[in-house]
């Protein structure tokens, strides 16, 4: 679309620290993220919405932490949950 624009904001500042294997079924390493991501545009509004993993310890109102997840657990499967950003303004499609 010619002469639009867009403002990227940083939804989480880290979502895995080190190696993601891309081998996928066949992968012998860390799976820590599932292969979990996603996107999607509502029908009604056509606001784009992006799911993904994220392993990293992360304990607020709107993201408290899982139960098997502490600081010490970041970055690992226990600490693993889906996090979603959400398109809140401009043209949809």
């Known amino acids: 679309m010619l002469g639009s624009s867009f403002t990227q904001v940083q939804a989480t500042p880290i979502v895995h620290y080190g190696g993601v ?3 996928g079924v066949s992968c012998t390493g860390n799976r820590d993220l599932y292969d ?3 996107i999607a545009a509502n029908p009604g509004v056509g606001m784009a ?3 993904y993993s994220d392993d990293q310890y ?3 109102p709107n993201d408290p932490a899982a139960s098997r997840c502490i600081s010490s657990t970041s970055n690992t499967s226990n600490c693993n ?3 979603i ?3 809140t303004s401009g043209p949809g499609i």
């Open 58 to 60: 992360i304990n607020d």
């Open 36 to 38: 979990d991501f996603g």
């Open 21 to 23: 294997c891309e081998s």
């Open 85 to 87: 950003g959400t398109q």
């Open 49 to 51: 919405s992006i799911v």
């Open 81 to 83: 949950h889906t996090s």
